[in-house]
């Protein structure tokens, strides 16, 4: 079955960066986008960017430019989501998901997520 | 960029009760208006694509509604299993964006 699958829980303090990976399964990584959302305790759901896993092409939100850097390696059906310059506000579960086909662009499955705290 | 606004930010009612969860658009977004279910401690999952198809498996009390700007989620005939934080989300724009939440909580 279709499956995303996340690296553990990170621990930074504030002004590094933290890299979080996503392993896909059970279809063609680079046949589909991989996005990345976050949600901070308690709060909503905040789209971060997307990254074209075949051609490493990316988008981000205009909140995240500059700080966010999104990769892929085909080779082991892995995305990356780095975030430099982290922050107290930066505390929140990372998720990554893959977009539908079909031009729609929903996002389905979701990976478990990754929880970033950042902490002094 | 594209704000959705939900209201309300939660909600509770009894099993068996019919609720209604609104989401509107800063703009236009035609139909590409989706709807996520994020039960506690759980990713996100796909529950409702463009305004008002269901996703495989979900339960046919679950419906969709809406075009433009104004949307609703209507779950009639609510479930325990229902609990969660309901999510619109729109693809319109370049970059996605989704509604603040709304809890449904079971009394």
């Known amino acids: 079955q279709v499956q995303l699958v996340q690296s553990g829980a990170e621990v930074q303090k504030p002004g590094a960066s933290v890299k979080v990976s996503c392993r896909a399964s059970g279809y063609s990584f680079t046949g589909n986008y991989l996005h990345w959302v976050r949600q901070a305790p308690g709060q909503g759901l905040e789209w971060m960017g997307r990254?074209?896993?075949?051609?490493?092409?990316?988008i981000f939100a205009q909140k995240f430019q500059g700080r966010v850097t999104m990769a892929s390696d085909t080779s082991i059906n892995t995305a990356y989501m780095e975030l430099t310059s982290l922050t107290f506000d930066d505390t929140a579960i990372y998720f990554c998901a893959r977009e539908v086909l079909g031009g729609l662009r929903t996002l389905d499955p979701w990976g478990q997520g990754t929880l970033v705290a950042v902490s002094s | 960029d594209i704000q959705m606004t939900q209201s309300p930010s939660s909600l509770s009612a009894s099993v068996g009760d019919r609720v209604s969860i609104t989401c509107r658009a800063s703009?236009?977004?035609?139909?590409?208006l989706h709807w996520y279910q994020q039960k506690p401690g759980r990713a996100p999952k796909l529950l409702i694509s463009d305004v008002s198809t269901l996703e495989s498996g979900v339960p046919s009390r679950f419906s969709g509604s809406g075009s433009g700007t104004d949307f609703t989620l209507t779950i009639s005939n609510l479930q325990p299993e229902d609990l969660a934080t309901y999510y619109c989300q729109q693809s319109y724009g370049t970059a996605l964006s989704f509604g603040g939440g709304t809890k449904v909580e079971i009394k």
């Open positions: 703009q236009s977004i035609s139909t590409y």
């Open positions: 990254i074209n896993p075949e051609s490493g092409g990316t």
